[in-house]
């Protein structure tokens, strides 16, 4: 949306673009919500992305599913 678009005309990209797992979901209900940007100059510093699985946010609470509809997401960097 708008602020990816101003993110990127800043010079940040989406770590997962660059790492192919663009279409990795980032919530419950299987959409990407959130982002990981970092400037342009380090996408090839990016060594992974990574998105936990539902599972990771399973809980037995009675009232609750999961912890939260947002899936944790990280992303490796090497230092240059």
Same mark, same amino acid.
């Given at each position: 949306?708008? /602020? %990816?678009?101003? &993110?990127?005309?800043?010079? =940040?990209?989406? $770590? $997962? /673009? &660059? +790492? #192919? @797992?663009?279409?990795?979901?980032? +919530? !419950?209900?299987? %959409? @990407? *919500?959130? =982002?990981?940007? !970092?400037? @342009?100059?380090?996408? #090839?510093?990016?060594?992974? =992305?990574?998105? $936990? ?6 809980? $037995? #609470? !009675?009232?609750?599913?999961?912890? +939260?509809?947002?899936?944790?997401? *990280?992303?490796?960097?090497?230092? @240059?």
């Amino acid at each position: 949306g708008p /602020v %990816g678009e101003c &993110l990127q005309r800043h010079g =940040y990209v989406d $770590a $997962a /673009v &660059l +790492s #192919d @797992r663009g279409d990795a979901p980032t +919530s !419950i209900g299987e %959409g @990407r *919500w959130d =982002y990981a940007w !970092i400037k @342009r100059q380090m996408g #090839d510093c990016v060594l992974a =992305y990574d998105v $936990a699985g539902q599972q990771a946010l399973a809980c $037995a #609470d !009675i009232c609750k599913q999961h912890l +939260s509809d947002h899936l944790p997401l *990280w992303i490796t960097v090497e230092h @240059r």
